[in-house]
């Protein structure tokens, strides 16, 4: 239990927790306050945005009334079912927050007192259009409101007297020992009637089946089970299930630098998640949610090679036009807020290789071969075999010139080995197969001639530079080199001195201007994951292991990590809860739990196939 400071109208990102339902999501603090919420999908507009802005963009706190002692948190095992914990001077009372599942888009809340009498305070503040639409509310009955502005409609139903003040929706109530008080919150069209309530401790319990039911066929990971399993939840709730893509993270424009324009929205998917996505599924387990993320991937990739995105929407949209919302001050005045993407209509020569290896892994792994995988193939490798000569905005997808990355080039060589090794193993011709090694070949000789610098005795982000990029370490987790190759090692020893920071990677060095922005952004926690990986493969065991502690002890107190952290101020930043780095939990805990790694598994995808597996295929 821990001393709760006064409210702060930013709370640090660390102090949220995550609420899903496989189709959104909601971010509440430890405080009882949902900031961040939008409904029915993850890219939809938000309907609380007081996390990057005021209050009055919309909220929903449920806390208890004066001074609270202390507070604590934790999921129940196993599940997305949250519980806060609330110690005041006349008692202790829990609140107990999720998502039921189904096509309904609600969230509950249930006060339980544990202990004594605890008074609560209840603040609903609706803003339609991210904080900016105050909606139509109207009381239908003592204890249900809605809340309509266009095609939108929220109805709360509350068990205590609810009134209204200057746009809020307020109550006071309390709960004494053993007694339990629900609310619930559920969007619908504005246009049909006001759906039946649900029975919100019917869903508590179904919730928390559907949740246990995934969560228990986890299997043990040593001392790593509890991260791993908390990350595949996560995972799992970030996926939008209709369709099985995997959302980045839950959020935009939670800032890499405070303060700075380093603010991108993160509800889409992205390819290059692809490999580790499955590699992560299907090495727990997982083969229907691997099999799912995989048809997604090849229905959204399909059409002109030249069109493929970097990213794409929940149910493979194509057009994510990037705008500013001018009305949100934005996360500790990061501005702009954006809604949208820029980067899909970018050409990153990596994501080529990503697919390939995706598919590679897939097969590997005994998922049936997709029906559409060949035909891809037969379409995006003659384009592929001219467009990897062209430079790129890259990984990191800079707003600055293209340039011709090293990593872009190395995964464009991934292309065409897995494509080498698809081809060999589905028993295709012998001329395709000679024309995509050679081209690899040609590809590998002309990253270790230009992608290495000489002087410095190691490989470089872009060729004839002089600069580090954590990105390189992919040169040995894609078997493009060997672990213990020189090169390769000097260029690990020299990431070393150049982006780390306080045992943390840095992407890359921000302050030369390659990427066209201002200078200066967190510790990148997927770059150090790879790191741990990297060390495994070396034979560096205690370092894979002490790296992979330091970086399990950042998760915050329900097991959550974002994308960034900042050493110095010792803080989480970028977007929460960020899939990338809880793929990384689970895969670093593979490499280092378990003979049959899957970092070995990624280097060396040509050993051992599995026979395919009898499983739906699906569209």
């Known amino acids: 239990m821990r001393p709760l400071q006064e409210e702060k109208l930013t709370q640090p990102i660390e102090n949220y927790a995550l609420l899903g339902n496989c189709r959104t999501a909601a971010l509440v603090s430890n405080e009882g306050s949902i900031d961040w919420l939008c409904f029915p999908r993850f890219d939809s507009p938000a309907c609380f945005a007081s996390l990057l802005g005021e209050v009055d963009n919309g909220r929903w706190k449920i806390s208890p009334h004066g001074k609270v002692l202390s507070s604590s948190r ?23 927050d999720f998502m039921p599942q189904g096509d309904r888009s609600c969230i509950v809340r249930i006060v339980e007192g544990v202990d004594g009498g605890v008074v609560f305070d209840m603040d609903l503040v609706v803003r339609f259009d991210y904080g900016r ?10 204890h249900t409101l809605t809340a309509v502005a266009g095609p939108d409609m929220l109805v709360l139903r ?54 246990l039911e995934f969560s228990d066929r986890c299997p043990d990971v040593g001392e790593w089970t509890p991260a791993v399993k908390r990350s595949l939840i996560t995972l799992k709730a970030l996926t939008y299930q209709p369709t099985g893509g995997i959302v980045a993270a839950a959020t935009t424009s939670l800032p890499e630098h405070v303060g700075g324009e380093r603010n991108w929205d993160y509800r889409y998917c992205w390819l290059r998640d692809a ?76 994501i080529y290789g990503e697919v390939a290896d995706a598919m ?44 011709h990355f090293t990593h872009s080039k190395v995964m464009a060589w991934v292309a065409f080995d897995r494509a080498a090794i698809l081809t060999e193993t589905n028993k295709g011709s012998r001329e395709k197969i000679a024309r995509y090694r050679r081209i690899a070949d040609e590809i590998h000789a002309e990253v270790c001639a230009q992608g290495y610098n000489e002087e410095m005795g190691c490989f470089v982000q872009s060729y004839g530079s002089t600069l580090m990029d954590a990105a390189l370490l992919q040169i040995p987790l894609t078997g493009f080199l060997p672990p213990d190759d ?18 943390l990677l840095l992407r890359y060095e921000t302050q030369h201007g390659v990427d066209g922005l201002p200078p ?57 809860p960020q899939a990338f780095s809880h793929i990384g939990i689970i895969n670093a805990a593979l490499n280092i739990h378990r003979s049959q790694q899957p970092a070995q598994q990624r280097a060396h995808p040509d050993a051992d196939v ?9 569209a």
């Open 610 to 618: 599995v026979e395919p597996q009898v499983l739906d295929v699906g």
């Open 158 to 211: 509350a068990p205590t007297p609810i009134k209204g003040r200057d746009h809020h929706t307020t109550s006071r109530f309390s709960v004494t020992t053993g007694e339990r008080l629900a609310f619930s919150l559920t969007h619908q069209s504005s246009s049909k009637p006001i759906a039946e309530p649900i029975d919100p401790y019917g869903a508590l319990t179904t919730t928390e089946y559907f949740w």
């Open 74 to 96: 934790a999921y129940r095992d196993g599940t997305m079912v949250l519980e806060t914990t609330f110690t005041t001077e006349t008692g202790t009372a829990k609140l107990i």
């Open 486 to 503: 020189p090169r390769v090692v000097r260029t690990i020893d020299m990431m070393e001195k150049r982006l780390m920071r306080d045992g």
């Open 520 to 576: 200066g952004e967190g510790t990148f926690l997927v770059c150090s994951f790879w790191l741990a990986d990297a060390y495994g493969l070396m034979g560096r065991q205690a370092d894979a292991r002490a790296l992979f502690e330091r970086l399990l002890g950042l998760c915050n107190d329900v097991g959550l990590l974002a994308e960034q952290y900042e050493p110095h101020a010792k803080r989480m930043l970028g977007n929460f």
């Open 275 to 350: 490999t580790m996505t499955l590699l992560a599924f299907m090495n727990l387990g997982y083969f229907e949610e691997a099999q799912a993320w995989r048809n997604w991937l090849a229905r959204s990739v399909a059409g002109n090679p030249e069109q493929m995105q970097i990213m794409y929407g929940l149910a493979g949209e194509r057009r994510l036009p990037e705008y500013e919302l001018p009305w949100l001050k934005g996360y500790e005045n990061s501005k702009p807020v954006r809604i949208g993407n820029a980067a899909a209509t970018q050409f990153q020569l990596d």
């Open 360 to 403: 590679a892994q897939a097969r590997r792994g005994g998922l049936p071969t997709h029906r559409r995988s060949a035909a891809i193939a037969e379409v995006i490798m003659p384009f592929l075999e001219q467009a990897w000569r062209k430079p790129d905005e890259g990984i990191w997808e800079i707003r600055g010139q293209a340039l």
């Open 133 to 142: 639409s105050v909606p139509w509310v109207e009381r239908v009955d003592p």
